[in-house]
């Protein structure tokens, strides 16, 4: 991590193991989960992983590591993952393997609280794209080798075919030009990018899927990451799945919203709409350099600052908080956009060590395009604090305000517009649902506040920032080896 290369795990993230996790997963992953302390694993492994993973706890066994922290349990990878999933004292469940089985594990597991990620690098197909200043000979031996390697298909077409690939695992490009290599691995949207070679691995560097690859992060401290979570962050409030009537969603007016009827008819063709524009805006955005990022955010910090008074009126009108306090919370708003502004031409990546011959990149790039549903508490600094490292990072977001407090949101929407944010960028607010092209949906709920389990805003810990900027960025591992 550029600018906190002396900080450790345990100074980000202290005390922070989700607990019980359940896998369904590969040898690597368990090795990340039961790194930390106080994380124990209960793994299913398929059908022809059974024997390895038996392998794996007999070998725990004799190493003196503790019963308990290791559980193999054998059958079926689905259903027996999803009631190992469904147990209330299970907080995380990552998956391995192919598409399809992934699939039908999360709509098992869908609607029970449990935070999944899913590493699909099974069903990959990897994409080879060979310049015309390759060494050819070295290749073809590259291409003959996977392909009879992993028994699967493979193209040599150019970055535009490449990515309209529906999987994002790896790609592999052939080039002697290192300026070319690089600018290409920066466009290809795959997890890794091994320039002059293919298929290589260490456990250094984070692998992370794209699109039908899934979302898990394999590998490197960002592949840890994923197993802990602040000591400060509530954890996910469990719950039971519940059926919607999708044909009638929206159908009745809201009176915190515009009091107008919503034809459930035209909301497909409405939401693509709103999240097509959104992905073009994204791309423009992307393009922009960090520095010019961070001056369009410092614009908006300013924008805020210039309307204060008037934010601080709508909190207090809305929620009915005093209006000092109100004030504050328009003062670390403000102080939140600037402190993203600052930060987001800082982090650009680092380069690992690996123990092969050559060098690796491993940058962090951003998701696309953001689903943010908003809480009830601190309607503006929850706002704020979530659209910062979502725009800093170079996303676009779509933002479900509060339906209890929408007002101070709505006021927000002038703060946008006088900066220089462009428009389509954040806070295209929609009242319903967000579909596909997602990339991810941050949903913050939230108990009753006697209960406090919902997320303190206010709070200067630096880990608050930590763990919301790696969960607006996925991380790109480049190879380039040497002779």
């Not at 502004?341 to 050559?358: I, L």
């Amino acid at each position: 991590m550029a600018g906190t290369s002396t900080k450790t795990v345990h100074d980000i993230f202290q005390n922070m193991e989700y607990g019980p996790s359940s896998t369904s997963t590969a040898t690597a992953q368990v090795k990340q989960v039961v790194t930390h302390k106080c994380n124990a694993v209960i793994v299913v492994p398929g059908k022809t992983s059974t024997l390895p993973a038996l392998l794996l706890a007999q070998l725990f066994m004799e190493a003196g590591i503790p019963a308990g922290v290791l559980n193999v349990v054998s059958g079926s990878e689905a259903s027996l993952g999803a009631k190992v999933a469904q147990n209330p004292q299970v907080n995380y469940l990552t998956y391995s393997g192919r598409q399809h089985t992934g699939e039908a594990l999360a709509k098992a597991v869908a609607g029970w609280g449990v935070p999944m990620s899913f590493s699909l690098s099974l069903s990959s197909v990897c994409t080879f794209i060979i310049f015309d200043s390759a060494d050819l000979n070295s290749a073809v031996d590259g291409v003959i080798e996977l392909a009879f390697k992993k028994k699967r298909d493979f193209c040599n077409l150019w970055l535009c075919i490449g990515n309209h690939s529906p999987y994002g695992q790896a790609a592999s490009i052939w080039t002697e030009d290192l300026t070319l290599a690089l600018e290409s691995a920066k466009s290809l949207c795959v997890g890794s990018v091994w320039v002059n070679c293919h298929s290589v691995m260490d456990p250094a560097l984070p692998l992370c899927g794209r699109r039908e690859s899934g979302n898990c992060t394999d590998g490197g401290r960002e592949g840890l990451y994923q197993f802990l979570r602040p000591s400060h962050s509530p954890s996910f409030p469990r719950s039971s799945p519940s059926s919607i009537n999708y044909a009638d969603l929206g159908s009745a007016a809201s009176k915190f919203m515009i009091p107008e009827r919503f034809d459930p008819s035209r909301s497909t063709f409405f939401f693509k709409y709103k999240i097509v524009t959104e992905l073009l805006c994204c791309y423009r955005w992307m393009k922009k350099s960090p520095t010019a990022r961070s001056q369009s955010l410092y614009s908006l910090a300013d924008s805020l600052d210039n309307r204060r008074q008037d934010l601080a009126v709508s909190i207090q009108t809305q929620t009915g908080i005093s209006l000092e306090e109100a004030e504050k919370e328009v003062e670390l708003s403000v102080s939140r956009l600037t402190d993203w502004a600052a930060r987001c031409d800082k982090e650009q990546g680092g380069t690992p060590f690996p123990p092969q011959s050559g060098s690796a990149l491993s940058t962090p790039e951003a998701l696309g395009v953001l689903g943010v549903i908003l809480p009830n508490s601190k309607p503006l600094l929850s706002l704020v604090s979530l659209l910062g490292p979502a725009v800093a990072m170079g996303n676009a977001v779509i933002m479900v305000p509060s339906e209890k407090y929408p007002l101070p949101a709505l006021e927000f929407i002038q703060v946008l517009q006088a900066s220089d944010i462009p428009g389509g960028l954040g806070c295209q607010f929609l009242q319903y649902s967000c579909v596909s092209p997602l990339k991810r949906l941050w949903l913050h709920c939230e108990e009753e506040e006697e209960r406090e389990a919902g997320r303190n805003w206010t709070s200067s810990n630096p880990s608050l920032q930590e763990e919301l900027w790696r969960k607006a960025v996925v991380w790109k591992s480049i190879w380039i080896p040497t002779a």
